[in-house]
């Protein structure tokens, strides 16, 4: 295998760590699909590499998703649909605004990080607990927005026995790429000790669960792509969805064309 760029190390590194909360997950099957993504997406751009990594072991083997901890394809309980081909899209926004929530559920059963929680409801619009999650964890609102030009948000909630999660995606289109430039300033996260993660699409910041305010229940992890799009996704207990697996979700090639 060729090697890796610093920009795949970093993608990969989401993975391993989304994955290490799954129970006794086969690392030698997960590094596996991670290699075989970066190999297939190495002139894609950093975006897809989260994509085809997650869905890599389906492609010339007879691995499944399932090998990493995630429910086995064609197993009963309920599953999100995908994106219907005749929906209405916006500009710019790779999912019909009615579809936000299903899409979303589709996205986090690629990624690890969700494990045997079981997807109980889906709706589109931003949920009244998000606001609060991402004010406690330092989402810089203020100031972004008045950068946002068109938005698109959707929410899912997982259960395991009497223990329940939630997760909101928000999608919004920036102000072209000033509006980019000012909503990525590192200087607008720091206060709220953001991780920071590079990648080829833009800058991604990570707050809540091992990252920023040690205090805060939930998490965010938020993608500001160079050409003016915001990709932010959150989650009521970072404890139980880790903020690196929303990272993987806010990376996830589907949300913008």
Do not use: C, K
């Not at 799954?22 to 894609?44: C, K, T």
């Not at 589709?106 to 969700?114: E, K, Q, T």
């Not at 920071?196 to 920023?212: F, I, M, P, S």
């Amino acid at each position: 295998m060729t090697e890796r760029s610093r920009d795949e190390d970093a993608i990969a590194g989401l993975f391993e760590r989304a994955g290490a909360t799954v129970p006794d997950p086969p690392v030698a099957l997960i590094e596996a699909s991670i290699g075989q993504g970066v190999v297939r997406a190495r002139r894609r751009g950093a975006r897809q590499i989260v994509a085809v990594a997650a869905s890599a072991a389906l492609v010339g083997s007879v691995i499944t998703l399932s090998t990493v901890g995630l429910r086995a394809l064609g197993e009963g309980g309920p599953a999100p649909a995908a994106p219907a081909a005749t929906g209405q899209v916006a500009a710019g926004f790779g999912v019909p605004a009615d579809q936000m929530g299903a899409t979303l559920g589709d996205v986090l059963a690629r990624s690890p990080g969700v494990g045997d929680r079981e997807l109980v409801a889906a709706g589109n619009g931003s949920p009244s607990w998000s606001g609060g999650v991402r004010a406690q964890a330092g989402f810089p609102v203020p100031t972004i927005a008045p950068l946002v030009e068109g938005a698109q948000a959707g929410w899912v909630r997982y259960g395991r026995g009497a223990e329940a999660v939630d997760v909101e995606v928000l999608v919004q289109r920036l102000r072209g790429r000033a509006g980019a430039a000012a909503a990525a300033d590192p200087a607008l996260w720091s206060e709220a000790g953001a991780g920071l993660l590079e990648t080829e699409a833009g800058r991604v910041y990570l707050q809540g669960g091992t990252y920023g305010r040690a205090a805060v229940p939930g998490g965010v992890a938020t993608l500001v792509t160079d050409d003016g799009w915001l990709v932010s996704v959150a989650a009521s207990d970072a404890s139980a969805i880790p903020v690196d697996a929303l990272a993987l979700a806010a990376l996830d090639s589907v949300w913008l064309r």
